[in-house]
């Protein structure tokens, strides 16, 4: 699915709500999750916030623009409300029955974190829900103004509640031991060739143990994430992006999967893929009985991580 992110305000003179704690920030900080989250899922994600604007209204139709020209399958545009410091709780906006169907499950996710349920509301008056193509809703996460929300509030869970309303599916939290996501884990790194620290393959059973631990510090180094031991989002969209076997070529890319090949194939890993890296890719083809051009492409692909 292509999801348009649109993190509310964040783009003056188009600023938020300003209450006990500001309404840009915590759009910010649930925003950026919720992008991770969607990617670290295999989902494709449009940041529909622009970079500047003219006007609130200039904001508010770049906003809808991005998201239409880049057809996004489903639109949510987040926000936090504020009144009289004393209203409180969730509500969602939308305009289609398959928004409205969309805004249910989201509400539903985060009225279990506690907050009041002001119900699925009709957002035809809100220009972001009313102007994109897609199925479009608009999400008050809870009152940015009130004590009472502001206290139960949590960044990493309402975006995790957002997320598992859109997509049906839990996301992987930071910091989980979980059985399905540590066996998950497991299979990934030994896919990946990643060992512990006695150079051996990890037991693939779903529990975290030290073997497990230290194959995740010995990527995150590869890798260049801190080294915590644990998969979070981080990791696991590192994971996802090497899985995913981007074609690379030398001059042309760079990043986390560069830095991945280039362990693999003996080069140093600075995430720059130049000429040392193409000839350590070139040593690694000719040992591997491939055709030799320096590219990382499907064969190549297919050596390193099947
Ligand atoms: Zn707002």
Sequence with gaps: MKYGIDIGHNC??????KGIRQEDDLTMEVGNKVVLKLKSLGHQVIGCRPSSASSVGNSLQQRCSIANANNVDVFVSIHFNSFNKQANGTEVFATSDTGRSIAKRILDNIVKLGFFNRGVKDGSHLYVVKNTNAPAILVESCFCDTKVDMDRYNAENIANAIVKGLTGQSPLPPDTDDRT???ELQQ??????IRDDNGKPLVEDGTIDNETKAATINF????DITETGIAGATTW???????????LRANHAAGTVVKYVQYRVGAQTDGIYGPGTAAAVEKYQKQQGLSVDGNVGPQTWGKLIG
């Design 220 to 223: 995150q180094q590869i890798v």
């Design 12 to 17: 003056p003179p188009d600023i938020g709500a």
């Design 181 to 183: 996501s540590t066996l």
């Design 237 to 247: 969209l590192a994971i996802k992006q090497i899985l995913a076997k981007p074609v």
């Design 188 to 193: 990934a790194l030994n896919r990946l060739k």
